[in-house]
Nanobody, 115 residues
């Protein structure tokens, strides 16, 4: 069973930065695709950024040029560096591990950007 634990959320002013981390248990991290999703109140959960097992990344248009996803397979951890944050980035951010037909989710971490 895979467990994901996110950290790094918080309150930041517009224009500021945060770095989210997601640590995974188990031994499948290095062969799994990882992603960060977010969900704002009243909205559906949406993909923010993803990184494949071989390091290929993709981003939502709304965060391109501001957010960077990366992974450290030695630490079983995926990161999301968020720069130039905007109030519209306010949401609960979730870490996702996708392997074969399975999806695992973290508990979420709140990011609040004040104007």
């Amino acid at each position: 069973q895979v467990q994901l634990v996110e950290s790094g959320g918080g309150l930041v002013q517009a224009g500021g930065s945060l770095r989210l981390s997601c640590a995974a248990s188990g031994s499948v991290f290095s062969i799994a695709d990882m992603g960060w999703y977010r969900q704002a109140p009243g909205n559906q959960r949406e993909l923010v950024a993803a990184i494949s097992s071989d390091g290929i990344t993709n981003y939502a248009d709304s965060v391109k040029g501001r957010f960077t996803i990366s992974r450290d397979n030695a630490k079983n951890t995926v990161y999301l560096q968020m720069n130039s944050l905007e109030p519209e980035d306010t949401a609960v951010y979730y870490c996702n591990l996708h392997l074969w037909r399975y999806d695992y989710w973290g508990q979420g971490t709140q990011v609040t950007v004040s104007s």
